[in-house]
């Protein structure tokens, strides 16, 4: 059986302080024996940053803690209600925002692999608007059917990374439905990826937002999460030290676009402004993966 679906089913029937403390436990064995994973977040930290030395690896480490502490809740989710969700997550929207989520027709939200997006679509989906996320199809296949059952307890409506199919099955459901349809794009996996200044750099990052965006004429809204420490009564309520916190960048309205490039304008909108909220909080981005950098294959 797979290790991760093993973790998983093992977690059901552990107390939530033991699923914490190992999951926190292999991160730091992986960070201090600089696994392949604790390298690659490295080597991006540096990049993001500018860091190095002792500052580099004491980011580094930070950055091991967020990602166990990520999936330690993720194996938990299954026990957490709806009063919890929203003791453990912050909203902090514009009017403009709001606006959208008060409306009836759809948004299109772009994110990083950042804090804990799957705790904060619970969130959405009680608070503001329901959530339709695209995700990657892990192997075993058992492994995604486990995280699509998950999200869809708590709300979401989750498709798989099929390519074109699944794109045009997007472009249905944004014209249609009252969803925020929810796509991690700071790493490209279609192949397509389009070239945008972050950091300085140049990288590629996937065209689906405002792929999306021109096709269907919703608007995009960037999205960052990151944790918080929690104290006092919001601590008791969430059952955990720490927080998550939901944040949009300003509204990217395709409108605003014209011309052959209007894909590559939108796109590096809102990569601005996520790189801009990962250089705030760079030990919240779980880059684990090879990312777009320039010149690497």
């Known amino acids: 059986m797979n290790a991760f679906l093993l973790a998983w089913r093992a977690s059901r029937w552990l107390p939530v302080n033991i699923v914490r403390f190992l999951a926190w436990a292999l991160a730091m064995v992986g960070w201090a024996t600089h696994a392949n994973a604790a390298r690659r977040l490295e080597d991006n930290l540096a990049r993001v940053t500018g860091a190095d030395g002792r ?30 969700v929203d003791a453990r997550v912050r909203c902090e929207a514009s009017d403009e925002v709001l606006a959208i989520f008060g409306g009836e027709d759809a948004a299109i939200a772009a994110l990083g692999h950042c804090g804990n997006w799957d705790l904060v679509g619970a969130y959405a989906c009680r608070n503001l608007m329901r959530v339709t996320a695209v995700a990657e199809v892990l192997k075993p296949r058992e492994v995604f059917e486990e995280f699509v059952e998950l999200r869809a307890r708590h709300g979401m409506t989750i498709l798989g990374h099929e390519g074109s199919t699944t794109f045009r099955s997007l472009i249905r459901i944004a014209r249609s439905e009252t969803t925020l349809v929810c796509l991690v794009a700071d790493r490209d996996l279609s192949g397509s990826g389009i070239e945008v200044s972050m950091w300085g750099r140049t990288v590629k990052v996937a065209p689906g937002p405002a792929a999306l965006a021109a096709a269907t004429g919703r608007p995009i809204l960037p999205v960052h999460v990151r944790y918080e420490r929690l104290h006092g009564a919001r601590r008791r309520a969430a059952r955990s ?11 990217i309205d395709p409108a605003r676009f014209e011309g052959e490039r209007r894909v590559e304008h939108m796109t590096q909108e809102w990569a601005t402004s996520l790189a ?21 294959s």
Do not use: C, I, K, N
């Not at 030290?241 to 509204?251: I, K, Q």
């Open 241 to 251: 030290r720490w927080g998550t916190v939901l944040s949009f960048g300003p509204v």
């Open 276 to 296: 801009e909220a990962v250089a705030a909080h760079p030990e919240d981005w779980h880059m684990l993966q090879r990312f777009g950098w320039a010149g690497e």
């Open 55 to 84: 500052t580099l690896r004491r980011m580094s480490r930070r950055g091991m803690a967020s990602v166990a502490r990520y999936y330690a809740e993720v194996l938990e989710m299954s026990r957490l209600d709806g009063d919890t």
